[in-house]
């Protein structure tokens, strides 16, 4: 997949360009329906595959102390769309003066000059200042300036839409089980293993504390999850949290992580985090003898989860490192 910085840089004379326009934040179920019709219409034409996204993210320039916590970053964006065939994968610069384009301003002076066949959107699609034009603008002025416009159904789970919305929500309930479902695989945080207080370690737990480059980390509890670090997959039992029980609660919650069956020194390292479920929430314990038995019981809990899952399959080190590049 090529990834290309803005318009202006997109290479002249592409075969039949099939489009689709958005944020596409956590790539939920709604947006792997776009983007695999774009894909499947690029490959019957024998055309390309484009998506055109936006950095940052509007709302981060429109309004700043609305904008939503994001549920990637760039490179795992990449990553998955480059897994599900896309060809082209255009970030551009969003601005303030961007915002305030008309939606026939901005099918002109954006789209109208690259040669793009078709564009593909969900059926809730808006664009435009003030969010004013949807999917019928869109078809207007693609018969103006010489595109067909298609529209998608909502991907819809249990009788709701599938929204990046509902996405954070979830995650922000700590029910990242259901997350997994609309996500179509596990909730993932990245960072970098830092030093802790070590009290992991005095309580026969030592953990690896993640500093998240993520911008969402899940609601606070004990989850089973999936770490990947140097290519090697462990299940980890992770707690995030202000650690109450240990006399000097955290200013701000701490992801910490037990991974079973490891032996390495893993500070400075970089490290994936994918959340399978909750096992239970963060509470305060009476002494810290309760609060080792009740880490054991955690522990046990997700290896056997572990054991009866897929949650133990590994992610190939070339991934990886394209994360760690982000």
Same mark, same amino acid.
């Given at each position: 997949?090529?990834?290309?910085?803005? /318009? *202006?840089?997109? +290479?002249?004379?592409?075969?039949?360009?099939?489009?689709?326009?958005?944020?596409?934040? &956590?790539?939920?179920?709604?947006?792997?329906?776009?983007?695999?019709?774009?894909?499947?219409?690029?490959?019957?034409?024998?055309? !390309?595959?484009? /998506?055109?996204?936006?950095?940052?993210?509007?709302?981060?320039?429109?309004? +700043?102390?609305?904008?939503?916590?994001?549920?990637?970053?760039?490179?795992?964006?990449?990553?998955?769309?480059?897994?599900?065939?896309?060809?082209?994968?255009?970030?551009? +610069?969003? !601005?303030?003066?961007?915002?305030?384009?008309?939606?026939?301003?901005?099918?002109?002076?954006? /789209? %109208?000059?690259?040669?793009?066949?078709?564009?593909?959107?969900?059926?809730?699609?808006?664009? %435009?200042?003030?969010?004013?034009?949807?999917?019928?603008?869109?078809? !207007?002025?693609?018969?103006?300036?010489?595109?067909?416009?298609?529209?998608?159904?909502?991907?819809?789970?249990? &009788?709701?839409?599938?929204?990046?919305?509902?996405?954070?929500?979830?995650?922000?309930?700590?029910?990242?089980?259901?997350?997994?479902?609309?996500?179509?695989?596990?909730?993932?945080?990245?960072?970098?293993?830092?030093?802790?207080?070590?009290? %992991?370690?005095? /309580?026969?737990?030592?953990?690896?504390?993640?500093?998240?480059?993520?911008?969402?980390?899940?609601?606070?509890?004990?989850?089973?999850?999936?770490?990947?670090?140097?290519?090697?997959?462990?299940?980890?039992?992770?707690?995030?949290?202000?650690?109450?029980?240990? &006399?000097?609660?955290?200013?701000?919650?701490?992801?910490?992580?037990?991974?079973?069956? $490891?032996?390495?020194?893993?500070?400075?390292?970089?490290?994936?985090?994918?959340?399978?479920?909750?096992?239970?929430?963060?509470? #305060?314990?009476?002494?810290?003898?309760?609060? *080792? #038995?009740?880490?054991?019981?955690?522990?046990?809990? $997700?290896?056997?989860? &572990?054991?009866?899952?897929?949650?133990?399959? %590994?992610?190939?080190?070339?991934?990886?490192?394209?994360?760690?590049?982000?």
């Amino acid at each position: 997949m090529q990834i290309i910085d803005d /318009l *202006k840089n997109l +290479p002249p004379g592409l075969p039949y360009p099939v489009a689709t326009i958005g944020v596409f934040d &956590g790539l939920h179920l709604g947006h792997q329906a776009i983007v695999k019709r774009v894909v499947r219409r690029a490959r019957e034409m024998n055309g !390309s595959g484009i /998506l055109l996204t936006f950095s940052p993210h509007p709302q981060k320039i429109i309004s +700043p102390a609305d904008a939503p916590s994001l549920l990637q970053l760039p490179a795992q964006k990449h990553r998955l769309l480059s897994k599900m065939g896309l060809d082209i994968l255009v970030r551009f +610069p969003f !601005s303030r003066q961007v915002s305030r384009f008309s939606p026939e301003r901005f099918v002109r002076d954006v /789209l %109208g000059s690259h040669g793009v066949r078709e564009i593909h959107v969900g059926s809730n699609f808006r664009f %435009g200042y003030g969010r004013a034009g949807d999917f019928k603008t869109m078809e !207007s002025l693609g018969r103006k300036f010489g595109f067909d416009v298609f529209s998608i159904d909502s991907v819809r789970f249990r &009788g709701q839409r599938v929204s990046s919305t509902v996405v954070r929500k979830l995650l922000g309930q700590g029910r990242v089980a259901l997350c997994r479902r609309l996500l179509d695989r596990p909730y993932q945080i990245l960072g970098t293993v830092v030093r802790g207080s070590g009290r %992991g370690a005095d /309580l026969g737990y030592p953990t690896a504390n993640l500093q998240p480059a993520s911008e969402l980390i899940p609601a606070t509890g004990v989850y089973v999850t999936r770490a990947t670090v140097n290519g090697a997959v462990f299940v980890g039992a992770t707690n995030v949290g202000y650690r109450p029980t240990l &006399g000097e609660p955290a200013e701000k919650p701490v992801v910490e992580t037990y991974l079973l069956d $490891a032996d390495c020194d893993l500070y400075g390292e970089f490290m994936t985090l994918d959340f399978w479920c909750r096992l239970r929430a963060e509470k #305060r314990f009476r002494n810290l003898e309760a609060l *080792k #038995r009740q880490l054991g019981c955690d522990v046990r809990r $997700a290896r056997k989860y &572990g054991m009866k899952s897929d949650s133990v399959l %590994g992610v190939c080190a070339a991934e990886i490192d394209l994360l760690r590049k982000r």
